[in-house]
């Protein structure tokens, strides 16, 4: 199974239905006014703006929420064993070791999550976040799946700190774990280990 990051469908729904609504509040609001061209133009981008952020964002929120509960009567529906979870702004992401599988949620295809082998990994690594200043803002782990690649933070400050904070070793640790958790399912999968 190719793994599907965006549903372009969705968003073009969005954006059709933000398109709408704009263009009937617009007409609707000059019904009793001649509307020239221009004004048209302007008032449209407008609230076409406004609506595409309230629905892509607000809406966007909710069929998060569903999607995570399709998410997990995925999982029940496998007998997925959870290993480790991790979250960022664009995935939600369930390993389980035991068998080989990850299970993912896209921010951008919220409707359809899925089972993946874990054999379809094709790299994770660590991000220490180490800069020319010897300290970071963040730490971090990346992976590659199907072709997509991923950059999930585990810690994020503001500020600069040194490697050595505790906040920052925890941060690398987080990182590692998952990692690791990633290399074994891949281990357990049908396809070689990287």
Not at 5 to 21: H, N, P, Q, Y
Not at 76 to 89: E, L, P
Not at 122 to 138: D, K, L, Q
Not at 151 to 175: C, F, H, M
């Amino acid at each position: 199974m190719h793994y599907k990051k965006v549903d372009w469908l969705l968003i073009l729904g969005v954006f059709a239905i933000s398109a709408a609504l704009a263009a009937f509040f617009i007409l609707y609001g000059s019904r009793n006014s001649l509307l020239n061209l221009g004004s048209f133009f302007i008032g449209f981008s407008i609230f076409f703006i406004i609506f595409f952020t309230l629905l892509f964002f607000g809406a966007g929120e909710l069929l998060l929420w569903l999607g995570e509960k399709r998410l997990n009567r995925l999982l029940a529906a496998n007998a997925f064993q959870k290993s480790i979870t991790f979250a960022s702004h664009s995935v939600i992401g369930v390993i389980d070791a035991a068998n080989g599988q990850i299970a993912l949620l896209s921010r951008y295809n919220p409707l359809h999550p899925q089972l993946l082998d874990a054999g379809a990994i094709e790299s994770a690594s660590v991000n220490g976040g180490n800069n020319i200043f010897g300290g970071t803002a963040m730490t971090s782990f990346s992976f590659t799946i199907d072709g997509t690649s991923y950059k999930i933070p585990t810690y994020y400050s503001k500020r600069l700190w040194g490697t050595n904070r505790n906040e920052v070793q925890d941060g690398i640790q987080e990182a590692q774990t998952i990692v690791n958790f990633l290399r074994c399912a891949k281990q357990k999968s049908k396809n070689k280990p990287f």
